[in-house]
């Protein structure tokens, strides 16, 4: 078991497609293993990452597992802090009312803020 | 300080798996040592003892290995990354009845707990890809 | 807590310039495999506000002819300079 003091900060970086590899599952599998023991936990889509939040996902047609409900499964599993890089979103014009609830935007003081208090970072 | 190592790629594919395994070398070399190494998604590869190269070469899969049991170093597979492409513990295989293990037995099969785990206990995470 | 930014593709990944606001003083970034072609780049300009440090491996960089081209404002280490940087800095974040 780990005690309180080994408590650590790990963040999340997610920053591929949903659908085209495997690493947006990756990195979500890893922060929901995460979850279960009980680490302070930070969820960041960036770059093409952001485009697993965009609504109205089928991945049925792919024989994919649809990603779009990410945001919900992460608070499922208590991870709170779940965010979009604004400057992500900028670059590919997309508006956050495109997006899936649940997910703060962040600005660049804001991500590396979060990178900042992060014991470690797992950059997918 | 304690080290964990994390290989996402496979060998020859890309450099990762080489540079990971310098990278490795380096931190034993200098006194430091290696909370565990973790082979995930493709890098799973790196622990086929199957892989076969020309008579007067070492693999990269067979470098890794030799290291691991040299070194006694915990060395864990991922289990879901693992079993879908073909990389089987003698366990797995006897269940598939494949009868012989496709994965080295210098590393062991385990889950993603066992990367959060090194997360937790190492002073360093370096990931390779 | 420091950084230390691992690139390891190459320039045409755009990973460098996605990892770039993510920078903050005092963190470091080190171009390995095949993002030591950011040598070829002004990348290094990019990063040479005060309190930044930039750095290349140099295995890498002997191996793709880079070696007596390289940017001056990158410092060449091998793998134990790797493994020391990553003692430095709090953190590693690899971009790949």
């Not at chain 1, 005690?3 to 922060?31: M, V, W």
């Not at chain 3, 940017?71 to 709090?90: H, K, P, S």
């Amino acid at each position: 078991m780990i005690n309180d003091s080994h408590r650590k900060t790990i963040t999340f970086i997610s920053r591929t497609p949903p659908y085209g590899s495997d690493r947006a599952q990756l990195c979500l599998d890893t922060a929901l293993a995460a979850a279960v023991f009980d680490q302070e936990i930070n969820y960041v889509f960036h770059s093409d990452g952001v485009l697993q939040l965009l609504n109205k996902q089928n991945a049925d047609a792919i024989d994919c597992k649809t990603l779009g409900n990410i945001a919900e499964t992460l608070q499922l599993y208590g991870i709170k802090n779940a965010f979009v890089d604004q400057g992500s979103l900028q670059q590919r014009d997309i508006q956050e009312g495109d997006l899936a609830t649940g997910v703060q935007s962040i600005d660049v003081e804001g991500l590396t803020e979060i990178i900042d208090k992060s014991h470690t970072v797992f950059n997918l | 300080m304690k080290f964990s190592i994390v290989l996402y790629a496979a060998p020859y594919s890309s450099e990762a798996a080489a540079t990971a395994l310098k990278f490795a070398k380096a931190v034993l070399g200098q006194g430091h040592t290696i909370y565990r190494l973790f082979f995930f998604n493709d890098g799973v590869h790196a622990a086929n003892r199957f892989a076969t190269v020309a008579h007067n070469e070492i693999s990269l899969q067979q470098q890794w290995d030799s290291f691991i049991a040299q070194h006694e170093i915990d060395s864990v597979v991922c289990v879901t990354s693992a079993f879908k492409r073909g990389v089987l513990d003698e366990q797995e295989a006897k269940r598939q009845q494949f009868g012989v293990a496709s994965m080295y037995g210098s590393s062991e099969i385990a889950g993603l707990g066992q990367l959060i785990d090194a997360a937790v206990n190492s002073d360093r995470v370096v990931n390779f890809g | 807590m420091t950084s230390l930014h691992t690139i390891s593709k190459a320039p045409s990944s755009r990973l460098f310039e996605s990892c770039l606001p993510a920078l903050k003083q005092g963190d470091g970034v080190l171009f390995i495999e095949d993002g030591v072609y950011y040598c070829l780049t002004d990348a290094s300009l990019a990063v040479s506000n005060p309190g930044l440090e930039v750095f290349s491996l140099q295995e890498d960089l002997v191996a793709r002819g880079l070696k007596d081209r390289k940017i001056d404002q990158a410092d060449v280490i091998d793998y134990n300079g790797f493994v020391e940087l990553c003692c430095r800095y709090d953190k590693v974040i690899s971009w790949f």
